[in-house]
């Protein structure tokens, strides 16, 4: 069994260097040189070892009053040396980590960006930054790092091993035998922290969420007074994190006395029959100094070896956590046969549309079928959860379709590129998302290239042409994360000025004023009523008024469509679920206004 993990152990250690090797490649010859050097720096702490013999010879034994200079001057220049290797062999790596670090967190990023909604759905934030950066640095730091010691310490050890076989063969096989036993502890300790390690490792992402919330959520916070409730979550996590770090050392602690007390075997072994060696002029006293001298040496960076074995199996977590991230592909992708989608001519339609968010979890969607033309507006509406957002989220392929199919002109969406489909789809959300940077950097994100006439085009038609002249800097106004200098009905406004900007054929609506007040509302409709034009319209809309001129009303609830048709002929229909809802909205809004 021992064997087997040993195996393992090395296969794994081999495997990951393996995975690495491409962003290693392109800058292969400053990580060779940073290993060569390596060898001499290893190599070198054998000569204070070996110097020491003819020095206590002369010294000691011969009682010479001119003691040899050139020694003790030799040690500190091989030194000298040593510590430029080091240096440079330290800049080599940090250098050449860097690269590789940047290279990998590039590919693990555009991963990121290919993957569907669901993924994030199912993953909180801090995992997210945790598996996609932190594990980038963890992965390139400690291979780098392990790569310089063990190098190092391989020629150091072989260097000195030398000089104890050349100081006495016999003391070397006392030396020898215990180094080899001071290793056996490392085969059983691997598999026994793996586990611990998986579990912090999780439990630092959570505590990076709590940040990320408590960043995006201090509002709710305040206004709920929920400090004491965030710092005991807070308090658990930090909880967690120390019970896994003293699990861990727990586990890994032992290893380093373990050693010490190998190492202090040895050392006394080699002293009690290098004494017998003395005596019977074995060996003479330079020899035996010589060699007391290479076996500390060698058995210190042993003794320590415990405290760097998590480094290395992080580095090595690290590792399979990002290569199962960029071997993971994406749930939505481009067929090999797809192809460009080119506006819309004709129609969209659902047809026999079943969905669900997951396979053990309940439709959402059953059985939807509805059709509509080109150049006309389609209005949904009905009670909360019913599943209108759901059905216009699978028109830009934020989900798979597994059960029926949406035509575009007849031919299925998942034909067509997914770039291709989703520029000619333009989405105005209820909680539009706006990136940090100035009112014209998010408004250019719907066409990179777009003119100064379009853009003053977009600016004007989405109603933002008075805010944004009262701004000393204009269109170059810094926003803040999120648009936090905003208000609600200006961020709408940025988003449908982008969303003009696009000029897609299809436009999605999803309760795009239901958060604003009826100031703001009025001043977004209007924004609204402007990039509808000459546009296939999905709309979501909970203020019923808004719809009455749709060309299609469809009524969605607990996932099935009740009734489709228009505002007059809906409102016509006895006991019918839009009749109701009308009904009840305008006698509310009658008795507000009273």
């Not at 206590?56 to 290797?85: A, E, H, N, R």
């Not at 992080?314 to 506006?343: H, V, W, Y």
């Not at 599943?387 to 998942?414: A, C, M, Q, S």
């Not at 449908?496 to 795009?512: G, H, Q, S, T, Y």
Request: charged content about 20%.
């Amino acid at each position: 069994m021992e064997k087997v993990q040993k195996k393992v152990a090395k296969i794994e250690f081999v495997k990951n260097y393996q995975r690495m090797w491409p962003y290693i490649k392109p800058y292969w010859f400053r990580a060779l040189m940073a290993i060569v050097i390596c060898i001499p720096i290893g190599a070198l702490d054998a000569v204070i070892a070996l110097a020491l013999k003819p020095y206590m010879d002369i010294v000691m034994i011969d009682k010479s009053i001119q003691s040899p200079w050139y020694i003790p001057l030799g040690i500190v220049l091989f030194t000298c040396i040593q510590g430029f290797l080091n240096y440079m062999a330290t800049y080599l790596n940090t250098w050449v980590g860097g690269k590789i670090t940047n290279a990998l967190k590039r590919d693990l990023y555009r991963k990121l960006l290919s993957y569907e909604t669901s993924f994030f759905d199912a993953r909180k934030s801090g995992d997210i930054i945790y598996r996609f950066n932190k594990d980038a640095d963890l992965a390139c730091n400690g291979l780098l790092a392990n790569l310089k010691t063990f190098t190092s310490r391989l020629f150091s050890s072989i260097s000195l091993i030398a000089v104890l076989i050349y100081n006495s063969w016999q003391l070397s096989i006392i030396a020898i035998t215990v180094l080899g036993c001071a290793f056996l502890p490392l085969a059983r300790i691997r598999e026994r922290i793996k586990e611990v390690m998986n579990k912090s490792v999780a439990a630092g992402s959570q505590i990076i969420t709590i940040y990320n919330e408590t960043y995006s959520g201090n509002k709710t916070i305040t206004s709920f007074n929920l400090e004491n409730v965030q710092m005991h979550k807070f308090n658990k996590v930090l909880n967690n994190i120390f019970n896994f770090r003293i699990k861990i050392t727990q586990r890994t602690s032992w290893l380093s006395p373990m050693m010490h007390i190998i190492v202090s075997i040895g050392i006394g072994a080699a002293i009690g029959y290098g004494s017998h060696l003395i005596v019977t002029k074995s060996i003479t006293s330079g020899n035996f100094v010589s060699f007391i001298t290479a076996l500390i040496m060698l058995y210190t960076p042993i003794k320590n070896l415990g405290n760097n074995l998590n480094d290395v199996q992080f580095s090595f977590l690290a590792i399979d956590r990002i290569f199962s991230m960029l071997n993971r592909k994406p749930g939505i992708q481009n067929t090999p046969e797809c192809i460009e989608m080119k506006g819309l001519n004709d129609s969209i339609e659902y047809r026999n549309i079943s969905f669900s968010y997951g396979k053990k979890l309940p439709d959402v969607l059953e059985n939807i079928n509805f059709k509509v033309k080109a150049g006309t507006t389609t209005a949904f509406v009905g009670n909360s959860g019913g599943g209108k957002t759901t059905l216009v989220n699978l028109l830009p392929r934020f989900y798979n379709i597994e059960r029926g199919e949406i035509l575009f002109d007849g031919v299925n969406i998942n034909k067509f590129k997914l770039h291709s489909l989703r520029q000619n789809i333009a989405v105005v959300f209820q909680d539009n998302f706006l990136f940090s940077g100035t009112i014209k950097e998010n408004i250019l994100l719907g066409k990179e290239n777009a003119t100064d006439e379009e853009i003053n085009q977009a600016v004007k038609m989405a109603f933002l042409d008075e805010f944004i002249a009262s701004l000393e800097k204009g269109l170059d106004t810094q926003i803040g994360e999120r648009g936090i200098r905003l208000s609600g009905g200006q961020k709408q406004r940025i988003a449908i000025a982008r969303a003009f900007i696009k000029n897609a054929p299809i436009v999605v609506l999803d309760e795009a004023t239901s958060a604003l007040d009826n100031k703001a509302e009025a001043v977004v409709q209007k924004a609204i009523d402007n990039l509808m034009k000459d546009k296939t319209v999905f709309v979501i809309a909970h203020r019923l008024s808004t719809i009455k001129n749709a060309d299609k009303i469809i009524v969605v609830n607990k996932g099935h469509i009740v009734e489709q048709g228009t505002h007059d002929e809906l409102l016509h229909i006895e006991n019918g679920a839009y009749k109701s809802l009308y009904d009840a909205q305008f006698k509310k809004q009658d008795l507000i206004e009273l």
